[in-house]
Nanobody, 126 residues
Framework: QLQLVESGGGLVQPGGSLRLSCTAS????????VEWFRQAPGQEREGVTC????????KYSDSVKGRFTISRDNAKNTVFLQMNSLKPEDTAVYYC???????????????????WGKGTLVTVSL
């Protein structure tokens, strides 16, 4: 079964940090661009960041630039999202998604993701 599983969400105070993980099973992430999206209650889903298959290329939304860092460990089949200086407006369900990109080593990928995780909730509150 091909799936992505997110973990690491939880409740954190403003200014705190969390590290999310996205682990693939049933397939290897080596030739996939991986993205993180988030969806806050009552809002549209938004793209947060992406990382190319080797990690050489990354992109961030303006709202998280300088605070979030995406990385990957292909040996562990896992992508990470380090979130620092968290704000209440970062509260959302965070989803990872992967798109097969062959040898292309850039992000964001062209086209919709092939696989989605079920999400992990991040709540930033006192």
């Amino acid at each position: 079964q091909l799936q992505l599983v997110e973990s690491g969400g939880g409740l954190v105070q403003p200014g705190g940090s969390l590290r999310l993980s996205c682990t693939a099973s049933g397939f290897t992430l080596d030739y996939y661009t991986v993205e993180w999206f988030r969806q806050a209650p009552g809002q549209e889903r938004e793209g947060v960041t992406c990382i190319s298959r080797s990690g050489v290329d990354t992109k961030y939304s303006d709202s998280v630039k300088g605070r979030f860092t995406i990385s990957r460990d292909n040996a562990k089949n896992t992508v990470f999202l380090q979130m620092n200086s968290l704000k209440p407006e970062d509260t959302a369900v965070y989803y990872c998604a992967a798109r097969a990109t062959g040898l292309t080593d850039r992000c964001p990928p062209n086209g919709d993701p092939d696989h989605w995780g079920k999400g992990t909730l991040v709540t930033v509150s006192l």
